[in-house]
């Protein structure tokens, strides 16, 4: 009996530690989930170091490296981007998707590359599954708008 007790009690707390988890996260902006700002920072500075090392993409980001007024202002874009997209109360202070990306003819393989990149930063950085997904949906909403313009 006194088995069956701590099983059901353990059972039990498990459960209920769940539940809190799933509250949790519903009631946190995907900005808070991926860690807020420095978070945010953090995964940018990751992405950009993954897409300068992907030899299918890292063509189109390396010439930044020599010019580092303009990669500093690129970044904080991207950063205040993310920020935004996922729900921080940050100012986006960059270009609509479309105007950014107009003349590049982003490939769908090399949009894919991007965001294989990004869902590995994510995963090193420990981002939960629910919060991936979200990152991938929006990332999805945004292909039509970069993708060979």
Excluded: C
Aim: charge should be negative; hydrophobic fraction near 40%; aromatic fraction near 8%.
């Amino acid at each position: 009996m006194k088995k069956k007790f701590t099983f059901l009690l353990t059972l039990f707390t498990m459960t209920f530690m769940l539940s809190a988890q799933t509250v949790s996260n519903e009631t946190k902006t995907l900005f808070e989930r991926l860690g807020g700002t420095p978070g945010i920072t953090a995964i940018v500075d990751d992405v950009i170091e993954a897409h300068m090392n992907n030899p299918a993409i890292s063509a189109r980001f390396k010439p930044y490296q020599d010019q580092p007024e303009r990669f500093a202002k690129i970044r904080q874009h991207t950063i205040e981007f993310f920020s935004t997209g996922s729900g921080g109360s940050v100012e986006y202070h960059g270009r609509d998707m479309t105007t950014t990306h107009q003349g590049m003819n982003i490939s769908a393989v090399e949009y894919m590359h991007v965001v294989d990149d990004i869902m590995g930063v994510l995963d090193k950085h420990n981002i939960d599954e629910e919060s991936k997904k979200d990152v991938l949906a929006i990332l999805w909403s945004l292909k039509q708008t970069i993708m060979s313009k």
